[in-house]
């Protein structure tokens, strides 16, 4: 068994984690005005409609910052560093940026990324498209 941190998912995050699962990236989406919400939550902040539903996304979005880790903050991770995390703003809605492992050893400002789901448990990876 891994010493690493595994997501412990409630209410409001249990369906994004499933999703990941099933291998696809799933958000909330308001079922009144259709906007795009992350993290999930229990009001809209656009039409404040407390109706929502998950819907998968296509998982592709654009790199608009990184950072290269070289410290070891976790044990479990120690193997893992130097590591990149990204900021990914998904294309299905300008406003909802994503944070995640980046696998490319050399992220730049405007890359295109697909997020892929590895491990066990599976986690978000991003990964470059094309």
Known sequence: M???PVPHPDRDSA???EGV?????????CSGCGAYRWPARAICN???????????VSGLGTIISWVRTHQVF???FQDDVPYVTVEVQIDEQDDIRMIG???APAPVIGMRVRALF???PPLTVWHPVG
């Open 21 to 29: 699962s099933a291998g696809e990236l799933r958000l909330q989406r």
């Open 15 to 17: 369906p994004y984690w």
């Open 74 to 76: 976790m044990r479990a």
């Open 46 to 56: 656009r039409c404040h409609s407390f109706q929502a539903e998950w819907v998968a």
């Open 2 to 4: 891994s010493d690493r």
């Open 101 to 103: 492992r980046l696998a």
């Open 118 to 120: 590895e491990g066990d």
